[in-house]
């Protein structure tokens, strides 16, 4: 099925987003429809931080890897690892090239600012004109990167889906009033990022929420049953509490 078309199922599309080549296998073999990729993954793989715009080669060399998949992939590319509007429009020709069905391309920045509503309008406006047949999934940090700012959500959701965006994705948005809101206000699909115990997925099919990714919850899970697994090995106590998105920066960071 086209990815545009997985949008607008009986049922949200879950999404899960994979890391290297044998977990986007994995979940394919699963049964999923459409496979994404986690920048945090990507990132921590490599050894470096995510959200800094220093994985541009790994993202196109995981891009590449993936699309020998038989689903749809799309790809998680930061803010575009770039602040030139053509280096972007470039890079996602460069996916579009290898078969890449989407993207994400989100206005948060490292020092947790967001980019200027113009700047990403603009950057949409040239992504779409140069490969059209990505589907384009903008992602606004207004609830991700601090107090959640529901006028500023709408505003920037109606301005990301009139510059071309084919979907809206706003991480961090949990209330029912706030995920109405944006619905109403974007006339393209919304994504909703799972967190556990407070986006359930039949509440957001209530809603009418079109698609659910699982951010890089999928590798934070590895890696704990990793270590879990390693340390039932030595007969220690493999409990351990749930690897957060920080807690990875800070493996990543600290060495």
């Known amino acids: 099925m086209d990815f545009r078309e997985l949008h607008h199922g009986d049922r949200p599309l879950v999404l899960p987003n994979a890391w290297d080549f044998a977990s986007g296998a994995a979940l394919v073999q699963a049964g999923f429809p459409a ?33 020998r998949l038989p689903v749809p992939v799309t790809v998680d590319i930061e803010g575009g690892f770039s602040d030139r509007v053509a280096d972007v429009a470039e890079l996602v ?21 967001l980019a ?28 991700w990167l601090g107090d959640a700012d529901r006028d500023e959500t709408l505003r920037r959701a109606r301005a990301f889906a009139e510059a071309g965006a084919d979907g809206v994705f706003v991480p961090g948005i949990v209330d029912d009033a ?8 974007a006339d393209v699909p919304l994504n909703v990022l799972y967190l556990p115990g407070k986006t359930e997925f039949s509440r957001l099919e209530r809603l009418g929420v079109h698609r659910v990714s699982t951010g890089s919850l999928l590798f934070r899970k590895a890696l704990q049953a990793a270590v879990t697994t ?3 090995v030595t007969g220690a106590d493999g409990d351990r509490p749930a690897l957060s998105y920080g807690d990875v920066q800070r493996l990543v960071s600290d060495r």
Request: without cysteine.
């Open 230 to 232: 390693a340390l039932d």
């Open 35 to 67: 496979v994404g990729t986690t920048s945090l993954g990507v990132a921590a793989a490599a050894g470096k931080t995510d959200a800094t715009g220093v994985t541009r080669d790994e993202t196109l060399a995981l891009a590449r890897t993936l699309s």
């Open 93 to 113: 020709t460069e996916l579009a090239s290898f078969g890449i069905a989407g993207i994400n391309l989100e206005d948060g920045r490292s020092d947790g600012t």
């Open 116 to 143: 200027p509503v113009d700047h990403q309008v603009t950057v949409i406006g040239a992504v779409k004109r140069a490969a059209p047949q990505v589907f384009l999934n903008a992602r606004t940090d207004t609830f």
């Open 178 to 185: 706030d995920i109405r809101a944006v619905l109403e206000a």
